[in-house]
T-cell receptor, first 111, second 114 residues
Framework: QKEVEQNSGPLSVPEGAIASLNCTYS??????FFWYRQYSGKSPELIMF????GDKEDGRFTAQLNKASQYVSLLIRDSQPSDSATYLC???????????FGKGTHLIIQP | ETGVTQTPRHLVMGMTNKKSLKCEQH?????MYWYKQSAKKPLELMFV???????ENNSVPSRFSPECPNSSHLFLHLHTLQPEDSALYLC?????????????FGDGTRLSIL
């Protein structure tokens, strides 16, 4: 049974600070990892994806992957109130399967 | 046109009704997916289609019947649903089916079973 675990939160971060979101996965065969942002009542929106160990940066966002520890994280620098949302971590293994999602972390950026 | 369009946005139906959800993608993708999102639970993959061929069916009850007439359109036919089937149903697409393909989601259909 493939599982992706996230702390449901809420995670409260002051505006301008770094928000750190974490995710672990159970299937060692997972090869790619995705972070989605979901506002209340809206669909998930792709933020970043990462395949290789290490860091991947895109603007204010940095994804980090450690396959040995089966750990993925998302850092949001200079957090803005508009970053307040639920962040979903998803993993994909080999083959033509879909994504396995975590329950999401509810992030609140306090002005 | 937005990338992935789902209709209707909201649907209320009785347990004996038959209805269909529609998804259309304008991204030129070859893979399409159905997911179910219930309160307090992670998104659950239901079906995967690659080039109109079903490649994955995650033990979904037969009261849900998918159809993919071409790579741009995906349907989910509903029949004799149960109250626990009330959820947000999300359609997604990706360039190809595969582990390295980011998926793009539609806005979903909010389904309520009376």
């Amino acid at each position: 049974q493939k599982e992706v675990e996230q702390n449901s939160g809420p995670l409260s971060v002051p505006e301008g600070a770094i928000a750190s979101l974490n995710c672990t996965y159970s299937d060692r065969g997972s090869q790619s990892f995705f972070w989605y942002r979901q506002y209340s009542g809206k669909s998930p929106e792709l933020i970043m994806f990462i395949y290789s160990n290490g860091d991947k940066e895109d603007g204010r966002f940095t994804a980090q992957l450690n396959k040995a520890s089966q750990y993925v994280s998302l850092l949001i620098r200079d957090s803005q109130p508009s970053d307040s949302a639920t962040y979903l971590c998803a993993a994909s293994g080999g083959g033509a399967d879909g994504l396995t999602f975590g329950k999401g972390t509810h992030l609140i950026i306090q002005p | 046109e937005t990338g992935v369009t789902q209709t209707p946005r909201h649907l209320v139906m009785g347990m004996t009704n038959k209805k269909s959800l529609k998804c259309e993608q304008h991204l030129g993708h070859n893979a399409m997916y159905w997911y179910k999102q219930s309160a307090k639970k992670p998104l659950e993959l239901m079906f995967v289609y690659s080039l109109e061929e079903r490649v994955e069916n995650n033990s979904v009850p037969s009261r849900f019947s998918p159809e993919c007439p071409n790579s741009s359109h995906l349907f989910l036919h509903l029949h004799t649903l149960q109250p626990e089937d009330s959820a947000l149903y999300l359609c997604a697409s990706s360039p190809q089916a595969g582990w390295d393909q980011p998926q793009h989601f539609g806005d979903g259909t909010r389904l309520s079973i009376l």
